[in-house]
């Protein structure tokens, strides 16, 4: 174990110890300075938030009046009802030396600008769905989060124990949470509260412990958060992403959804394969990384390029198609004209920085 320089090991006299278990480990703690220990720091794994810090934005930096449900940031989602009410959701970007926390420099933060109330609405406000609703059952545990608002807002977080398709019904956890008042100014809020056991009941298919942050509906608004964590115990401790690297949030992100554009080339090149048919070009897409579940995917201005570089092929039916897909993979197809046989081809963008790749599996 490193030691600070202001500490040393102090090696215990283990003729002292008692050697039954229990006992024979707290009698060896005693003899250890535990000062330094849980003080939060680089403690990757704690928050079973991803994206805590908003680093993660594959779909987009701005949403202008998104759907119920839709995805934001990754791994956060914004639900609401009623109608006639209108909402723009953003990336922002924190000016140096201005976060909410001294000494940790993070680069964005999400902000709600809601600009019409609309009328008939009862809720409003992000979820973010950890996988595996067995996540911190029957333990303490405690949320915390850094808000401010353009005046006074209310925001009332809770908790779900969905236990997936085929599953028992789901829990509602709101005994511990209070509506709270956020100001215009960055604060931190914590919330410690109990999550039920699971005992006696059914885990299905894709269940999740669902963390929701509510706002008030209806309401003109404007409301920023940053840091979001959730970890066991009744304190909140230093604020950690869940992997507490940069590559390694990335990656958790992907777990559940991936993007591929072209934003830096008209041409980008997405795959490599060829024409197996004069009609059909076939290649196979590796995933960034092994996702949740096999894949939903969705395409935009894409075309193909033929192997002798003579050439463009489009794809008469407009979109290519997936299929044969593993967690990992998936073999896409595109059906052409004027092909050969046996041609080598790549699935580029079609002369467009809008074409994109996207493979989801979120919960």
């Known amino acids: 174990m490193a030691l600070s320089p202001n ?18 480990i707290r009698a060896l703690g005693d003899a250890i300075d535990t000062s330094l220990w849980n003080v939060g720091f680089g403690q990757a794994g704690k928050n079973k938030i991803i994206n805590g810090d908003f680093g993660v934005w594959q779909r987009g930096t701005s949403f202008s009046n998104p759907a119920n449900e839709a995805y934001l940031a990754d791994r956060f989602n914004i639900v609401f009802d009623g109608s006639g009410s209108t909402r723009t959701v953003s990336q922002q970007t924190f000016t140096p030396g ?10 964005y933060f999400i902000r709600m600008a809601q600009t019409v109330a609309g009328t008939g ?9 950890i996988e595996d609703v ?4 029957g333990q303490t545990i405690t949320l915390s989060f850094w808000a401010k608002a353009d005046a006074t807002r209310t925001i009332l977080p809770n908790l779900q124990q969905n236990f997936g398709s085929g599953g028992s019904t789901t829990v509602n956890i709101t005994s511990g949470f ?8 960055w604060a931190r809020y914590t919330f410690t509260v ?10 299905g298919t894709s269940s999740f412990l669902q963390l929701y942050f509510g706002f008030a509906a209806n309401t003109v608004q404007t409301i920023d958060i940053w840091g979001v964590q959730l970890e066991y115990g009744s304190k909140a401790t230093p604020f950690e992403t869940a992997t507490g690297t940069i590559q390694g949030e990335l990656a958790a992100c992907q777990r559940y959804f991936f993007r591929l554009d072209s934003s830096s080339n008209v041409y980008s090149v997405f795959a490599n394969g060829h024409f197996n ?6 290649t196979i897409l590796p995933f960034p990384m092994t996702m949740r579940s096999t894949p939903t995917f969705s395409f935009s201005n894409m075309n193909l390029f033929a192997g002798n570089g003579a ?6 039916a407009g979109t290519p198609t997936a299929s044969t897909m593993t967690k990992n993979a998936s073999v896409i197809d595109m059906t052409v004209t004027g092909a050969t046989a046996g041609q080598g081809g790549m699935l580029i963008a079609n002369n467009s920085t809008s074409a994109f790749i996207e493979g989801s599996a979120e919960l």
């Open 7 to 24: 500490y040393s090991w102090v090696e215990p006299d283990n003729s002292s110890l008692v050697k039954n278990g229990a006992q024979d």
């Open 98 to 107: 201005t976060a909410p926390v001294a000494g940790y420099e993070s680069q």
């Open 121 to 129: 609405g009862s809720y409003v406000g992000y979820n973010q769905r």
């Open 134 to 137: 067995r996540t911190f059952a």
């Open 178 to 185: 209070t509506s709270t008042n956020l100001t215009t100014s």
């Open 194 to 203: 109990s999550v039920p056991s699971i005992s006696g009941k059914t885990v």
């Open 277 to 282: 048919t004069t009609t059909n070009f076939r």
């Open 311 to 316: 050439s463009f092929l489009g794809c008469s």
